[in-house]
């Protein structure tokens, strides 16, 4: 799971990177809005946190300008304004939940984990039965296997139907990881499957739901 932090304290930031490292999350750290507009426009992630007083935007701009872009990632505010009318604003906003500062990391993997597993029920996709929990994978009645690296690509993409997924995010799945050998995986999928896959150029592939 590929997360996006958001938070001008740098040692906040760090400990925090350090620990949800250990939950086997892969976390990117910005300090600024720019900075996170540059990350979510570069790659894809499965959950923003986002501190709200920062030095240019607030989160609360940062959160609306990604929703009204279509971002639907979920997202957590990790902040100290916890007054009912910033709670009210962020909710009004789209945000999932509140995180009060100072906090238990423990209990933020906690939320995490069980918002993810909310949010990544069933999915479908033509004939294709999907369940992002236990990687399960049908497509009519038949059970699919696709080898650790073709399952971690499609359910990448899955997840992030209609969207472009960075070629570098693709890469990190990769044992080899080469353009050409990623190429190579996503026509597996895309033969064995009958997934409508795009390429584009530069950035990275994109599932279409057409």
Not at 154 to 170: A, G, H
Request: charged share 30%; glycine share 4%.
């Amino acid at each position: 799971m590929k997360i996006l932090l958001l938070e001008d304290d740098l040692t906040l930031s760090e400990s925090l990177k350090e620990y949800l490292s250990l939950e086997n999350f892969s976390v990117d750290v910005v300090a600024n809005a720019e900075e996170a507009y540059d990350k979510t426009f570069n790659n894809s992630y499965d959950f923003y946190l986002f501190d709200i007083n920062l030095p240019d935007e607030s989160g609360f701009e940062v959160l609306k300008n990604l929703k009204e872009s279509g971002d639907e990632t979920p997202t957590f505010y990790l902040t100290a304004l916890v007054d009912i009318d910033s709670i009210a604003r962020g909710f009004s906003i789209g945000v999932d939940d509140y995180i009060k500062k100072p906090f238990d990391p423990e209990e933020l993997v906690i939320r995490i984990k069980s918002k993810l597993q909310k949010n990544y029920k069933q999915i479908t996709y033509k004939d294709i039965i999907y369940n992002p929990n236990t990687k399960e994978l049908l497509k009519g009645n038949e059970n699919i296997y696709l080898g650790d690296v073709g399952l971690n690509i499609f359910d990448m993409l899955i997840k992030n139907k209609n969207r472009i997924v960075s070629q570098y995010d693709l890469l990190d799945l990769l044992e080899n990881q080469n353009l050409n050998a990623l190429r190579v995986n996503i026509n597996k999928l895309k033969n064995r499957l009958d997934l409508d896959i795009k390429n584009i150029r530069s950035q990275g592939y994109i599932l279409e739901e057409i």
